[in-house]
T-cell receptor, first 109, second 115 residues
Framework: GQQLNQSPQSMFIQEGEDVSMNCTSS?????WLWYKQDPGEGPVLLIA?????ELTSNGRLTAQFGITRKDSFLNISASIPSDVGIYFC?????????FGKGTSLLVTP | ETGVTQTPRHLVMGMTNKKSLKCEQH?????MYWYKQSAKKPLELMFV???????ENNSVPSRFSPECPNSSHLFLHLHTLQPEDSALYLC??????????????FGPGTRLTVT
């Protein structure tokens, strides 16, 4: 599969702060997906992006499909303690999804 | 029940045991996947089924044997596993491999420990 570089690897922030993470690849993808995984659970789909340049929001989450189709970012505004978890990006080419290694987010009250 | 369910949630097995993992999806999808998730590694795709037919075996050792009796159910049969096979095994489903909707929905996973 294609390698995705996801950064940062981990973040430790205070409640109320905004968060930004991104995913880059040397390959072009047709679709970018963002997932969140809580401890002991499977990944939950947050946002799907289908067009280069597309900006999509889901509540406090906003994600963008990079114009080069090789990157995507996810922003979380006004973080809360339940935002804690691991966030994964996934790029789609063909029917396979290629996943990043994840960004671990810790939020302190 | 809705979504994707997996049983058991936790499994401890010896290296000589035989066990099976079960996945069921209630989303009306026709494609199902097995992934392996190990610490510090990206999710690794193991097997893909589309309308009950296996379309991908991602160089998975033969001690893992998948079975897909219908579009809603997926099994992973395990035998003579190694300690390095300990991981979280995730099942996912999507519409089908010919669809332009690529969103995959995951189950909660089975935490497998091989002793």
């Amino acid at each position: 599969g294609q390698q995705l570089n996801q950064s940062p690897q981990s973040m430790f922030i205070q409640e109320g702060e905004d968060v930004s993470m991104n995913c880059t690849s040397s390959s072009i993808f047709n679709t970018w997906l963002w997932y969140k995984q809580d401890p002991g659970e499977g990944p939950v789909l947050l946002i799907a992006l289908y067009k280069a340049g597309e900006l999509t929001s889901n509540g406090r989450l906003t994600a963008q499909f990079g114009i080069t189709r090789k990157d995507s970012f996810l922003n979380i505004s006004a973080s809360i303690p339940s935002d804690v978890g691991i966030y994964f990006c996934a790029g789609q080419l063909g029917y396979a999804l290629n996943f990043g290694k994840g960004t671990s987010l810790l939020v302190t009250p | 029940e809705t979504g994707v369910t997996q049983t058991p949630r936790h499994l401890v097995m010896g290296m000589t045991n035989k066990k099976s993992l079960k996945c069921e999806q209630h989303l009306g999808h026709n494609a199902m996947y097995w992934y392996k998730q190990s610490a510090k590694k990206p999710l690794e795709l193991m097997f893909v089924y589309n309308f009950k037919e296996q379309t991908e075996n991602n160089s998975v050792p033969s001690r893992f044997s998948p079975e897909c009796p219908n579009s809603s159910h997926l099994f992973l049969h395990l035998h003579t596993l190694q300690p390095e096979d300990s991981a979280l095994y995730l099942c996912a489903s999507s519409q089908d491999l010919g669809s332009t909707v690529y969103e995959q929905y995951f189950g909660p996973g089975t935490r497998l420990t091989v002793t």
